[in-house]
């Protein structure tokens, strides 16, 4: 058994859950922030068989997009006189991000 951790936009979040309870697979949608841009995502966690991790990652491909953000860099602390001009930078965000990792033990009680 594995444990699929996908980190998706927050916007795509919601759609992943339920494409992943059409196929009956049951997920776990937790509220997160990305550490670069401090904005909201989704974190979906769900363990499944061995054989079915190829098909969760196919349908997390088919419900997240890429997006490309604009951050504003924070501005570094100045010396009287300096000047900083500040130009916002475009990321790249997602798809998602994927770990797959193994249970040792598994039980709903
Ligand atoms: P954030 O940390 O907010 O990162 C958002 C996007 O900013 C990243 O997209 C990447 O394009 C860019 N980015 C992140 N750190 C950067 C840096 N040090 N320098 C330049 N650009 C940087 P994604 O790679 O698609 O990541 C989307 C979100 O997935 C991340 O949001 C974070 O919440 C999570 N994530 C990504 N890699 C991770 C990892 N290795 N471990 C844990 N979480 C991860």
Redesign the pocket.
């Known amino acids: 058994m594995k444990l699929v951790v996908a980190?998706v936009h927050h916007e795509d979040a919601r759609a992943l859950v339920d494409a992943l309870l059409d196929r009956e697979f049951r997920a776990t949608k937790l509220s997160?922030?990305?550490?670069?841009?401090?904005?909201s995502?989704g974190t979906v966690l769900l363990a499944v068989e061995d054989d079915a991790v190829d098909e969760v990652l196919g349908i997390v491909r088919e419900t997240c997009r890429?997006r490309t953000?604009v951050?504003n860099p924070m501005p570094p602390i100045m010396e009287p006189g300096e000047f900083f001009m500040p130009y916002p930078l475009e990321?790249?965000?997602?798809?998602?991000?994927v770990?797959v990792l193994p249970v040792e033990r598994f039980e709903r009680i």
């Open positions: 980190i997160s922030s990305g550490g670069f841009l401090k904005q995502n890429s953000q951050v990321v790249e965000v997602g798809g998602a991000t770990f």
